[in-house]
């Protein structure tokens, strides 16, 4: 069976190990559901294109079943899914529950742990400092922190692209036993860099590609330097505010704003599954501690997407969101991994997973076409990710020419 640490990766390309996203698994299975809620539909006004198919009565249909054969299948609790293109209508519906003990429904205002799409959140903020002039991306991480092994080598583009060769401190064992002996635990930035290096350099700089929390740890330390704020701090005021997410945060500790979903997991010290609503997310921190809610990530897929925030100001330059987009192949056939950000099969975005909680947030950018799914559970079936499977199943509907597919592969130990 696969070690429980394996899955702790906060969020995306956890399959991307040499794979793509999330958080630890132990084993064991989630109990039996409640009834299901009853569906809740949220009007949704619809914000292009010949490649999605237009959300007449009976698409709406199918993806009604197609959300729930997923939620039967994977046993999850409940889920919100939000489709919205420019000519084609929206679709946006809550399953199932946010509370097991209640019954309390799930809704699409709840906000949501959102793991590894932290990422594009921290990267942006590094790419900001880029565009400003006060750092570059080919600058080395030993400029900016010790002790990095390779300090002297790895560039923060390295970094930011998940090819620093440096070891993923959610994959050990050390730091597993710690998290789940006390989920409710703060972690600092340098406990978790330690945890990382004590293991030597999965391979030289540049190499390859190899999904590592690590590396993020790093870019929020950078930004810290350079901003001289708190990550959050710069985060909240450079980019939540200009591009208006008035419902995302970096929490600074385990708050986490109602209404809320709880969130069941897996990773547990005994395999059972536990609610991890209040555990610290700080373990996380720059790679996958933030919270958000569906309309907040449906402008934000489109910001990280294109650079451009809601008014039409650019968050991002051209010239450094064409380098952002640049994606080299990842060991997933048609997927690439660029600087924080993926594509797959076209769509551009994140995916993350923290215990309890998983998300996907895409742009389709051919068709301005946007996929946002949430749900309260971090449990694998049968080797999948939740998230994944309900993004296959969605754009096997909507955009049967661009089907969000992401095999499992054994992440890295």
């Known amino acids: 069976m696969t070690h429980p640490s394996t899955r702790l990766r906060s969020g995306v390309v956890a399959a991307l190990t040499t794979a793509l996203l999330a958080v630890p698994a132990a084993g064991g299975a989630a109990g039996s559901l409640p009834p299901a809620a009853p569906a809740v539909e949220q009007p949704s006004p619809s914000p292009s294109g010949d490649e999605v198919r237009e959300l007449t009565p009976a698409v709406r249909r199918q993806l009604d079943a197609a959300v729930q054969r997923v939620m039967r299948e994977a046993n999850v609790p409940g889920v919100t899914v939000g489709v919205w293109t420019p000519d084609r209508g929206a679709y946006v519906k809550s399953f199932g529950v946010a509370d097991r003990n209640t019954g309390r429904a799930m809704t699409p205002n709840l906000s949501m742990r959102i793991g590894s799409e932290t990422k594009t959140f921290t990267v942006t903020a590094l790419l900001e400092l880029v565009d400003q002039g006060r750092i570059g991306l080919d600058d080395t991480i030993g400029q900016y922190v010790e002790g990095v092994p390779n300090g002297d080598r790895i560039t923060l583009r390295q970094l930011a692209g998940m090819r620093s060769g440096l070891f993923n401190y959610s994959e050990d064992e050390g730091f597993f036993k710690a998290l789940t002996s006390d989920p409710y635990r703060p972690f600092t930035p340098r406990q978790l860099l330690d945890y990382a290096f004590r293991h030597p350099v999965l391979f030289q700089p ?31 005021d450079t980019i939540l505010d200009p591009a208006g997410l008035d419902h995302t945060l970096f929490p600074t500790g385990s708050e986490f704003p109602t209404p809320h979903a709880q969130g069941y997991t897996d990773q547990t010290a005994t395999g059972r599954v536990e609610d991890a609503a209040d555990w610290n997310p700080s373990w996380g921190w720059a790679a996958g501690a933030m919270i958000s809610r569906l309309g907040d990530l449906r402008v934000w897929a489109r910001t990280v997407a294109t650079g451009q925030l809601p008014n039409g100001d650019r968050l991002i330059s051209p010239a450094l969101q064409k380098e952002r987009l640049t994606t080299p192949s990842t060991p997933i056939p048609g ?8 594509d797959v099969q076209g769509w551009i975005g994140h995916n993350g997973s923290l215990p309890g909680y998983e998300s996907l947030t895409v742009h389709l950018p051919s068709v301005q076409a946007t996929l946002v799914v949430v749900l309260n559970t971090d449990i694998d079936h049968r080797g999948q990710e939740p998230s994944t499977l309900f993004g296959n199943a969605i754009t096997k509907i909507i955009s049967p020419d661009h089907v969000f597919d992401l095999p499992a592969q054994p992440a890295a130990r």
């Open 206 to 236: 540049g190499e390859k590609f190899s999904y590592c929390n690590t590396n993020l740890i790093l870019l929020g330390l950078v930004v810290e330097r350079i901003s001289g704020r708190s990550l959050a701090d710069y985060i909240n």
């Open 335 to 342: 997927s690439g991994y660029g600087l924080g950000i993926f």
